[in-house]
């Protein structure tokens, strides 16, 4: 089934709407690990599929959601003897967080290293319906409304099913939400233990167990993740510098090198044409 790249909408510039589509066929469109800078659900309907995310791996064909937050790393394949369908919804914090206070809560359910949910028959119709109705609507405001009632039965879902076994401590979520929302800002590990009310040590040895990432790796990615949405949008390597909470523009090509390989210059000419976006900008 033939379906537009999602970049063709404008996704991963300044988006701050809703995303839905389906795809079927008898392999997958990423062809690698990889991680992106948007939210995404995934909901698997058929297929002989293998997930693999930072921590696990799943492999069957039971109907499954997928979860993954911005920069988490993740990989689903599919053996080319079995039909391969899903259907996905994807968005970022503009779109939603800013209009619901509740939404670090809602966050949560996603993970740091994403979360793999078993359906049953019944849960697959229930989501794929909610999905295609926030597919289908024209209002920002019901779409929102209809993406937090599927997160918040996520949510319910989730809690019951891995709470006992993840046992993420609930300030790594905060941090991880703090970091994403402040990330043009000048953060310490000290001041956000602060903020958090926790030890920075403690901070710092939980958020690299549970993320992969120290504090400073994440902030750059996040930072990273933004600076390449404002360069295809054409925006000045300077002026992208100061709101991404680069030192100087110097700063910020010498962190392009070191994720990219890349200068911003080469990135934009590589990824930017007719509005795609490359790598950390999926």
Known sequence: MPTKDLYDYGFGRVWNQVYVNRREGYSTSVTDYHEHGF??????LSGNVKILLGDRAEEGTGSRIVLTRPGTPHYISCKPDTL???????????????????????AAVFAPRGTILPLTPAMTEQYKALIEAIGRE????????????????LADQAAAE??????????????????????????????????????RTTLMTE??????????????????????R????????EYIAVQCGFSDSSGLIRSFKQRFG????QYAETYCRLGQIGPDGR
Not at 39 to 44: M, P, Q, R, T
Not at 84 to 106: C, M
Not at 208 to 218: A, D, H, P, V
């Open 207 to 228: 958020f690299k167990k549970q993320t992969g990432k120290t504090l400073g790796e994440y902030l750059t990615h996040c930072r990273l993740g933004h600076a390449v």
């Open 138 to 153: 024209t209002s920002r405001l019901r779409q929102r409304l209809l993406t937090c009632c599927l997160l918040s039965h």
């Open 262 to 265: 890349t200068t911003p210059r």
């Open 39 to 44: 939210y995404e659900i995934n909901l698997i």
């Open 84 to 106: 391969y369908s899903r259907l996905y919804l994807v968005f970022t914090d503009d779109f939603i967080a800013d209009s619901l206070p509740e939404w670090p809560q809602l």
């Open 162 to 199: 891995i709470a006992p076994m993840t046992r993420i401590p609930p300030y790594i979520l905060e941090a991880i939400a703090y970091l994403e929302q402040h990330y043009a800002e000048k953060i310490l590990a000290a001041d956000l233990a602060k903020v958090l009310h926790i030890g």
């Open 230 to 237: 404002m360069l295809c949008e054409g925006k000045k390597l």
